[in-house]
């Protein structure tokens, strides 16, 4: 009797697609490990069989996230050097595990005077560039395979639940809502997309600032964010997000970042006011990262971040420059940002083009 042999993966093919998970009567959690290695892998991967990504050719990108851990596990894999841009958010935790992955990390100690400690990893990174002969840099933000790189998540969204009427998520390239909203509308153009943000990020309209809550917003304007794909965007603080990370995982049994507890508190509240439509919330990796951090109580209170309950409903305004230091939303109706604001963002720059 002839027996079939198991298909093995790669790591990186085995943990980039997320499990799906009831969280309640209408509310659906796309679960990942690490959200940000389906567009590491598929941008390598791409580059690779175009012929951009030689056997000398170093990978060089500016991240101080998991995008970079997901370059540094794909890169592991294809035996490439790959140098990392990032700055003092950097967690201890995340640095070693690039370190051992073989990935070089520079951290830029001071922010820019235009784009604050983004605008002056790009600079490094430009630097870096003219010092090597053969690089490759995947410009998430403006590279179009990132939100390519989900019309795979969407397609297990719509095998797995059918229609999907709303998708709440975190945005920071623009890539993951985006490309997974914009297959979803190939077959249900009604769904909707409500984005997650945190206050003093450019995003959507805000003046930049600083940011405790990391993994969600930005300092620049990325070309994968596209504004007309977004029918609502809520902005929330870091002590909410926390809170609603730590409700997660006592309540779900899902041990996740505050990235995915900002996404969820946002999407609690919709599901339940929508409760005749099926809703999917994005959570987009796990929280071991944090375990000194949002999961400490201690940690929590000597920075200030009490856990008390938070506003059972999010604060409505018409003007993103009216979203108080709280929980608060507004309809965006799937228009431009000069629509919405009046004026072209500030500090839209490429990746690829923002320095000379």
């Known amino acids: 009797m002839a027996v079939s042999m198991p298909v093995f993966q790669e790591i990186t093919e085995a943990q980039m697609m997320p499990r799906i998970v009831r969280l309640g009567r209408n509310l659906y959690g796309a679960v990942f490990t690490l959200m940000k290695l389906l567009p590491a892998r598929t941008i390598l991967r791409n580059a690779l069989q175009r012929g951009e990504l030689g056997p000398d050719t170093v990978v060089v990108e500016t991240t101080s996230g998991t995008f970079g851990l997901g370059l540094a596990m794909q890169t592991a894999l294809l035996k490439r050097d790959l140098i990392l841009v990032s700055d003092p958010a950097i967690d201890v935790h995340l640095h070693r595990r690039l370190s051992g992955l073989g990935a070089r990390v520079e951290v830029c100690t001071s922010p820019a005077p235009v784009g604050g400690f983004q605008g002056a990893r790009l600079r490094r990174l430009a630097e870096i560039r003219a010092e090597h002969p053969d690089t490759f840099c995947p410009e998430q933000y403006s590279n179009p395979d990132n939100p390519r790189s989900y019309a795979a998540v969407a ?5 797995a639940l059918g229609q999907v009427d709303t ?7 623009g890539g ?17 997309a409500v984005g997650v943000d945190t206050h003093n990020s450019v995003l959507f ?3 930049d600032g600083p940011r405790p809550l990391r993994g969600l917003g930005n300092s620049l304007w990325p070309e994968n964010l596209d504004h007309t794909a977004f029918d609502e965007v809520h902005w929330c603080t870091a002590a909410e997000a926390f809170l ?10 899902l041990f996740q970042g505050p990235t995915s507890g900002a996404a969820f508190l946002a999407a609690r509240w919709w599901a339940e006011s929508h409760p005749d439509e099926l809703c999917v919330v994005m959570l987009p990796d796990e929280g071991y990262r944090y375990q000194d951090t949002v999961y400490d109580d201690r940690w929590l209170a000597d920075n200030g971040f ?9 604060l409505e305004v018409a003007q993103p420059g009216s979203a108080g230091d709280r929980w608060t939303r507004m309809a965006w109706r799937r228009r431009s940002y000069r629509e919405v604001t009046g004026s ?3 500090d839209r720059l490429p990746v690829a083009e923002a320095v000379s």
């Open 205 to 207: 309209g805000q003046s």
């Open 344 to 346: 072209a963002p500030g």
């Open 176 to 192: 993951s809502m985006c490309g997974t909203v914009g297959t979803l509308r190939e077959s249900t153009p009604h769904t909707r």
């Open 167 to 173: 998708v709440v998520g975190p945005v920071g390239s």
């Open 306 to 314: 009490a856990l008390s309950a938070p506003a059972s409903e999010p």
């Open 244 to 253: 609603a990370t730590r409700q997660l995982h006592a309540q779900h049994a």
């Open 155 to 159: 397609e297990l969204l719509g095998k």
